[in-house]
């Protein structure tokens, strides 16, 4: 069974950045992609950011420029730096492992608990 975790979550100021780290058991994110979702308070979950196998990222319109998913193969460990965060952000962070099919990612291998960020203005 497949272990995800998030650390990083946390309460920060707008404008400020933060960045959460997720870790796996065994070299899950070595060979398969990588996305990072969101669900803020009394709404629906949203993907963020995808990491592909060969390192190709995509980002939603709303933390396009703003946020910045990596991966360190050799840590087993994926990234989602998140810079001039708005209170908008504030959600429960959760960090998926999955594949592509096509353009579309499915987060089919294991989801994290989820780790909470709020920002206050």
């Known amino acids: 069974q497949v272990r995800i975790m998030e650390y990083g979550g946390g309460l920060v100021q707008a404008g400020e950045s933060l960045t959460l780290s997720c870790g796996v058991s065994g070299s899950i994110f070595t060979n398969n992609a990588a996305g990072w979702y969101r669900q803020p308070p009394g709404k629906q979950r949203e993907l963020v950011a995808t990491?592909?196998?060969?390192?190709?990222?995509n980002y939603a319109d709303s933390v396009k420029g703003r946020f910045s998913i990596s991966r360190d193969s050799g840590k087993n460990a994926v990234y989602l730096q998140m810079n001039s965060l708005k209170p908008e952000d504030t959600a429960d962070y959760y960090c998926?492992?999955?594949?592509?099919?096509?353009?579309?990612?499915?987060?089919?291998?294991?989801w994290g608990q989820g780790a909470q960020v709020t920002v206050s203005s």
């Open positions: 990491i592909n196998v060969s390192d190709v990222t």
């Open positions: 998926t492992a999955g594949n592509f099919i096509g353009t579309t990612y499915y987060p089919n291998i294991g």
